[in-house]
């Protein structure tokens, strides 16, 4: 089980950071869990490149996206995430707090896999990022290696 890819939490808020981690170690998941704080430096650990340039090379099993970021936000993070031909299959979640209809769709329409809405109180929250952990962790099979669901771009 050493060999279990990580979790990249990309979130800004020390808040939601602390809860997230919480509900994750609630499930008991082997996986460790990389943060970055802004969407540059989602990016980089994406691309292995500047602080993460000698990262271990396995990808995350998932991507955990705050949609309001730093720097570069979650959709231009989700964007270049899905449009890298050895990235595109790795699972995108949006866990933000925006209800607004127009994130929800170009969220989408990028190739997000889920997105959840943050809820407002600490145990509705916590109870999603269980579920979510649960969902991405233990049920959710990937795709083969070097298979394309679409059968190509």
Do not use: W
Request: charged share 25%; glycine share 6%.
């Amino acid at each position: 089980m050493a060999d279990l890819k990580p979790i990249l939490l990309v979130e800004d808020s020390p808040k939601d950071i602390e809860l997230t981690l919480a509900a994750l170690e609630q499930c008991q998941l082997a996986n460790g869990v990389v943060i970055a704080r802004d969407g540059a430096e989602a990016l980089d650990y994406m691309f292995a490149r500047g602080a993460y340039v000698s990262r271990n090379t396995a990808d995350p099993v998932v991507v955990l996206l705050d949609l309001k970021l730093p720097k570069i936000d979650g959709l231009e993070v989700l964007e270049q995430i899905k449009r890298d031909p050895a990235l595109r299959h790795t699972p995108v979640v949006m866990l933000t707090s925006s209800r607004e209809e127009r994130d929800l769709l170009r969220s989408y329409s990028l190739g997000v896999n889920a997105f959840v809405v943050k809820p407002v109180g600490f145990e509705q929250f916590f109870q999603a990022i269980r579920d979510l952990g649960m969902f991405r962790a233990v049920l959710n099979e990937p795709p083969p290696l070097g298979s394309s669901p679409t059968g190509g771009s």
